[in-house]
């Protein structure tokens, strides 16, 4: 079983559409994130939850939105994508007890927008 | 704000022998953790090691072992016997030791296995 799964893994879209990446993850974890990952493979946070609350927004364009309907579910909304939006954005999750912060990824979302 | 830093873009060693990656990292926090995360093509990120930094005793995981300086603020991963399915990309990545904590990450080494 996937411990932490995102969907699509490919994505082309056009600029100005919106799309949806999602993630789940069945590890009971109570923290969820989403890192993106740059055409230069540099990697940086985007937001966290945790339990279903916002608890971390990095400056990120107010057109990307996350939403987690429950803890182990976070989604990702872009609205009116733009070229420099194309990316691999990950999802990952954390469980919450002091001592273990190791981050488990999902296999990434290639998303190119032509 | 923490940041880390990976000062070789690229590195290459030759199977079976031992290479070093760097890693520094600036923080003014006493408790935190390091970890070296490995991207091999696949796009997978795979946690190699982990590092907990009230523990002086530096962590290793089979051919992985790192040397943790905290002085310096030092944190380099040794890899022993290079194997072909250690090429991949290699990053260092720092957290305040939360379980909620967000990682910050280094810019990345490339490791090349020579066959």
């Known amino acids: 079983d996937t411990a932490v799964s995102q969907t699509p893994k490919y994505l082309v879209t056009q600029m100005g559409n919106d799309k949806s990446i999602k993630c789940e993850q069945n590890?009971?974890?109570?923290?969820m994130y989403w890192y993106k990952q740059d055409s230069k493979k540099f990697l940086k946070i985007m937001f966290s939850y945790n339990n279903k609350e916002l608890i971390i927004n990095e400056t990120v364009p107010n057109r990307f939105s996350p939403k987690s309907p429950d803890k182990a579910h976070l989604n990702l909304h872009i609205n009116s994508l733009e070229l420099g939006d194309s990316a691999v954005y990950f999802c990952?999750?954390?469980?919450?007890?002091?001592?273990?912060?190791?981050?488990?990824f999902g296999q990434g979302t290639r998303l190119t927008v032509v | 704000a923490q940041t880390v830093t990976q000062s070789q873009p690229e590195m290459s060693v030759q199977e079976a022998e031992t290479v070093t990656l760097s890693c520094t990292y600036d923080?003014?926090?006493?408790?935190?953790?390091l970890f070296w995360y490995k991207q091999p093509p696949s796009r997978q990120m795979i946690l190699v090691i982990r590092?907990?930094?009230?523990?002086?005793q530096n962590a290793t995981e089979n051919r992985f072992s790192v040397n943790f300086q905290k002085a310096a603020k030092s944190f380099s991963l040794k890899i022993s016997d290079s194997q072909l399915g250690d090429a991949a990309m290699y990053f260092c990545?720092?957290?305040?030791?939360?379980?909620?904590?967000?990682?910050?990450f280094g810019t990345g080494t490339r490791l090349t296995i020579i066959p």
């Open positions: 990545a720092y957290s305040k030791g939360f379980g909620n904590e967000k990682l910050t």
């Open positions: 990952a999750s954390s469980p919450p007890s002091r001592g273990n912060t190791e981050a488990f």
């Open positions: 590890l009971g974890h109570d923290t």
């Open positions: 923080t003014s926090e006493s408790d935190y953790y």
């Open positions: 590092q907990e930094a009230y523990k002086q």
